[in-house]
């Protein structure tokens, strides 16, 4: 039996949250959420001109969140109007709260190879 905490994931494996994270680890990314989330939708073109690069580059990056879940698209010929998905981000989110919560009640303190009460009164194994 594991003894690993556990994490609201609504179905969600350790390899779909770690893909969330990999799709948000690039700082155009996380410009694009925060474009998204202070607009609630947009344009492809406008985040474009938002976010300041090239358009076949944040084209790149828009992929890569939408592959992930992390936007929706929706086609208004010419255009695509995208906006966040934040269902997908509620795994990763449980998993960064449980790291507080266990940090923010002291089960974070001990060291790595020794955590808190697990190596004797002196700390020592």
């Known amino acids: 039996m594991s003894m690993l905490p556990t994490v609201e994931t609504a179905g969600y494996s ?4 770690a893909l969330t994270a990999k799709a948000l680890g690039h700082p155009a990314r996380i410009h694009i959420v925060r474009v998204l989330l202070a607009k609630q939708s947009c344009i492809g073109c406008d985040i474009v001109e938002e976010v300041g690069l090239a ?20 086609v208004e010929h010419p255009r695509v109007c995208y906006s966040l998905n ?37 700390g020592a194994a």
């Open 14 to 17: 350790d390899d779909d949250i």
């Open 55 to 74: 358009q076949s580059t944040v084209s790149e990056h828009l992929r890569i969140l939408k592959a992930a879940g992390i936007i929706k698209g929706e």
């Open 86 to 122: 934040a269902d997908r981000l509620l795994p990763l989110a449980g998993l960064l709260n449980l790291v507080f919560e266990q940090e923010s009640q002291g089960e974070l303190m001990g060291s790595i190879c020794c955590p808190p009460g697990a190596c004797g009164p002196e």
